[in-house]
C-alpha cells in the first residue's frame, strides 16, 4: 500500500501541453461565435456573456468534437489530480506508447478490449 513507487512518467508536462493545445483548438472553433454573442449584449453582463460563450463553443462542435473535448478536459482534470496514467479499471498504468497514441485514454489496452 502506499505510493512510494509512484512512477511519474517522464513526459506529463509535455502531455499536458498538448491536450491543452487541443483543448484551445476545439474552444477556437466556437470562438468567433461567441465574440459576436458577446457584441450584442450589455457590459455589464460579462457572467452571462461568459456562460453563452461557452455554450456556444459546445454548440459548436459536433457530437465527436465535443466528446473529444470532453475526453481533453477529464484527461487534465486526471493530471491535476494526479491519477492520469492509471487505468481506470483494473489500475495499472497505460504503457506510455499507448498514452501518446491515445493522450486522453483511460483504459490500459488490455481494459480497453484489445
Ligand atoms: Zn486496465
Redesign the pocket.
Known sequence: MGTKTSRKPAHLAQTRERLVAQRARFEGQGARIGRHLREGLPADSEDQAQALVNDEVMNALDQNGRAELEKIEAAIGRLDDGSYGT??????W?DERRLEVLPTTE??????GQ
Do not use: K
Not at 487505468?87 to 495499472?92: D, L
Not at 483504459?107 to 480497453?112: E, I, N, V
Open positions: 487505468c481506470a479499471v483494473c489500475g495499472a497505460i483504459h490500459c489496452r488490455a481494459c480497453a
